[in-house]
């Protein structure tokens, strides 16, 4: 099983190797070095995750259609290679907005596009294939063997993109993307090789695994702490991930640092989210999740209180300070509050639950980079100063960490069982009919 683990590892390295490039790289050259605004390329941006309700019928439409007697692997690959293509498109969008903005914006879509549906495609396939092969025992170490190799990879290619591109050139950020694609195809076919036994794990989902938006916005509102989870959940991670577009252009804004050094931003991060990850590993068990979460959580608030501390006093070490807190808070508190979610779920309507999670999860990136591009663009317009309007953005992201801090002390697993458990107002309608 070790062998399969790697392999999917490697799978989901590859896909999110490739968004390294459009968001520590392109955001850079596009919103620093070219001018565009932040609100187009968040809109850009959160293209992909407009898709994403198109996961369910991905996921349904693939347990019920296997494809030479595979039910996950051929749409593994199709993705990916829609991934890769993203990726190799996206260098275009730089180098025509330029030129000709009206085909720069088209190609952006276009990359965007591609990239999205390959995301969306392969993502859903990979996880459940991930949680078949595992079955429910093994899911942990499933869990954590492809994270911290995804977090390896992720900081390798930061590196390695930071080598290649040390300052803005259309040629080099061509090659850059084109290696960057290409490795990740080849860690992808390697991780599929032999990966989903033929014709296995090929009974069809039961019908009750199946569930509609209607259901799970059902589930939700009925039970106050899953309303209360969802929207931690929503909070959390758009203060956390809404940085993702802004950190490398801010650097170049505030501190006048290159290409080069703002392509390390995200090795660094994740170097810490990695040590974070280790140490969250080793409290699991000893110390209570809730506990856990929140000194992540707070982490998290700090770092970015730190980073406009930096801003405002154009000092590149607190910077540094604060990207280090900022991803060993991330690190720490995606372990915690990913254990927490698993808790957040009954046996009988595990895919009902993980389902609605996974939403706030798309729906939070959504809403975290839009409101960072747009946000940002504002307060520039408003103050008269881009570093401003950055230092905005982060001081929102601070206070929704802060808020969501104080709702995880109303999050109890017990209470949410016993409410989980009961049967709906449309259930007890069904008995009283029956």
């Not at 080099?172 to 860690?187: G, P, Y």
Request: charged share 10%; glycine share 8%; with cysteine.
């Amino acid at each position: 099983m070790l062998t399969k683990r790697i392999q999917l590892a490697l799978i989901h390295t590859a896909v999110a190797m490739t968004l390294v490039p459009i968001n520590s790289t392109l955001n850079r050259v596009m919103i620093f070095d070219l001018g565009v605004s932040k609100t187009l390329f968040t809109l850009l941006a959160i293209f992909p995750y407009l898709l994403a309700p198109i996961q369910v019928a991905i996921g349904s439409f693939s347990d019920r259609h296997p494809i030479m007697g595979y039910r996950r692997s051929p749409y593994i690959l199709v993705g990916l290679i829609l991934c890769v293509l993203g990726v190799a498109v996206a260098p275009q969008v730089a180098i025509l907005i330029s030129e000709d903005f009206d085909l720069g914006i088209t190609f952006g879509v276009l990359a965007f596009f591609l990239w999205g549906m390959g995301y969306n495609l392969s993502a859903v396939s990979y996880l459940s294939l991930a949680s078949e092969l595992s079955g429910e025992s093994g899911r942990g170490k499933t869990i954590a063997t492809m994270f911290t190799i995804m977090v390896i990879g992720l900081i390798a290619t930061g590196i390695s993109l930071s080598r290649m591109v040390p300052t803005y050139d259309p040629d080099l950020l061509s090659r850059a993307f084109i290696i960057v694609a290409s490795t990740a195809l080849i860690m992808g076919l390697i991780g599929l090789f032999k990966l989903e036994p033929r014709s296995g794990i090929s009974s069809p989902a039961a019908k009750s695994d199946v569930y509609t938006v209607k259901q799970m916005t059902a589930a939700i509102m009925e039970n106050p702490v899953a309303k209360v989870f969802f929207v931690y959940l929503l909070l959390l991670l758009a203060a956390i991930l809404g940085q993702d577009v802004l950190l490398e252009p801010f650097g170049a804004q505030a501190f006048g640092m290159s290409l080069e050094q703002t392509s390390r931003i995200v090795s660094i991060t994740n170097s810490f989210t990695l040590i974070a990850f280790i140490i969250a590993g080793v409290l699991e068990g000893r110390v209570k999740k809730k506990y856990v979460a929140q000194s992540g959580n707070l982490a998290a608030m700090f770092g970015f209180i730190t980073i406009v501390v930096s801003g405002l006093t154009a000092n590149l070490t607190t910077f540094y300070v604060g990207i280090t807190l900022l991803g060993f808070g991330t690190g720490i508190s995606t372990i915690a509050n990913l254990s927490l979610m698993f808790d957040l779920t009954v046996p009988e309507k595990v895919g009902l639950y993980i389902g609605a999670w996974g939403f706030s999860n798309g729906m939070s990136r959504l809403v975290g980079l839009l409101m960072a591009g747009v946000v940002a663009d504002l307060a520039t317009k408003w103050t008269g100063d881009a570093l401003h309007g950055y230092l905005v953005v982060f001081g929102i992201q601070a206070s929704m960490l802060f808020a969501a801090a104080f709702m995880l002390y109303r999050i109890d697993v017990g209470v949410f069982r016993k409410k989980a458990d009961e049967p709906s107002f449309t259930d007890k309608v069904a008995a009283v009919a029956d």
